[in-house]
């Protein structure tokens, strides 16, 4: 079992910045990675960022590319997003989520998600 609780959303202008966090508690050897993802009303859920817990590579989703950068702190268990240059269209419930892999008699992943935090940018 995975607990994952965000906190850093809010309300800021066009342009500003924020900065997301994520911390995991449980099972967390288990978590192979973890992301963010967004979902906007009547849109859908939609990756932002990942980032796995062992060699730390990165994917974004294009829209964000340049100005959202997903950062990890292993030892503390907790995944970062900073948001710069934020637009309105970036408005949406961010939600942390991690994967985790158990092995047993066979493979299963697992994804745990947060409560979500709302992220609203005005114009």
């Known amino acids: 079992q995975v607990q994952l609780v965000e906190s850093g959303g809010g309300l800021v202008q066009a342009g500003g910045s924020l900065r997301l966090s994520c911390v995991a508690s449980?099972?967390?050897?288990?978590?192979?990675?973890m992301g963010w993802y967004r979902q906007a009303p009547g849109k859908q859920r939609e990756l932002v960022a990942t980032?796995?817990?062992?060699?730390?590579?990165?994917k974004y989703v294009d829209s964000v590319k340049g100005r959202f950068t997903i950062s990890r702190d292993n030892a503390k268990s907790t995944v970062y997003l900073q948001m710069n240059s934020l637009k309105p269209e970036d408005t949406a419930v961010y939600y942390c989520?991690?994967?985790?892999?158990?092995?047993?008699?066979?493979?299963?992943?697992?994804?745990?998600w947060g409560q979500g935090t709302q992220v609203t940018v005005s114009s």
């Open positions: 989520n991690a994967q985790s892999i158990v092995v047993l008699f066979t493979t299963r992943q697992y994804d745990y």
């Open positions: 449980g099972s967390i050897s288990s978590i192979n990675a």
């Open positions: 980032i796995k817990t062992s060699g730390g590579s990165t």
